[in-house]
């Protein structure tokens, strides 16, 4: 399978493009700056630099042509309102329309789980965050694209445990990076995980058990 990474230099981009690689995909990262290279080759990628901010739909569409699949696991990561939106917002808008425009049909987006950062602080900057990425869901959701939306509780950079809590809706909690790529791989070989939501925190399920799980449902 070809896999289209946007965000391969991120906690879960590299992590999962690493594991994508190591079971035979071929993989193609694209980041936004010229000093993630190295991180994105590391992890077996091919290294594309793309800016979600400033390429138009036309050239996004020429980088994700060819490949089956596309992950959208970029964000502004706290950088500020404007490039939430910008990124977060309009980056997976301009992603879902290049994907169409490119004939890949399969996408899938890293959202958030709807109660992650409960208990911390919630300025006006993260309900920003929130709201600009429960737009994204919907947007995606409005296409006629194959999407799977995965909503990780809060992100923690623990060692993965290969086990989850995956469902359409489940209580919160926390999910190491590594176990959301897990997921995310194994997501992306089952077909039958088509046009739907998936909550997602650490768990007791092997990774491979909850993906069959939901598929079979």
């Not at 004939?103 to 709807?114: A, D, K």
């Not at 799977?148 to 623990?158: A, H, K, Q, S």
């Not at 992306?188 to 598929?215: D, F, K, M, Q, Y």
């Amino acid at each position: 399978m070809r896999i289209f990474v946007i965000g391969a230099a991120g906690g879960i981009g590299r992590r999962l493009a690493a594991r994508l690689v190591a079971r035979g995909d071929e993989v193609t990262g694209m980041h936004r700056s010229a000093e993630q290279t190295g991180t994105v080759r590391e992890a077996g990628a091919v290294s594309v630099l793309g800016d979600l901010i400033e390429d138009s739909v036309e050239a996004l569409a020429e980088r994700i042509a060819g490949h089956d699949v596309v992950v959208f696991s970029a964000g502004a990561h706290g950088t500020g309102l404007d490039l939430t939106t910008a990124i977060d917002g309009r980056g997976l808008e301009k992603t879902a329309d290049a994907a169409e425009r490119a004939g890949v049909r399969r996408l899938v987006l890293v959202s958030v789980f709807p109660d992650a950062g409960r208990g911390g602080e919630r300025g006006s900057g993260f309900e920003h965050y929130m709201k600009v990425k429960k737009t994204a869901d919907v947007y995606l959701t409005r296409t006629g694209l194959d999407w799977l939306i995965v909503r990780p509780g809060t992100l923690t950079d623990d060692e993965g445990t290969g086990r989850v809590t995956a469902g359409p809706a489940i209580e919160y909690g926390r999910v190491p990076r590594a176990d959301v790529a897990a997921f995310i791989e194994v997501a992306l070989h089952e077909p039958a995980l088509s046009r739907t939501i998936v909550e997602l925190t650490a768990g007791s399920t092997p990774v491979a058990e909850a993906v069959a799980a939901l598929a079979r449902s």
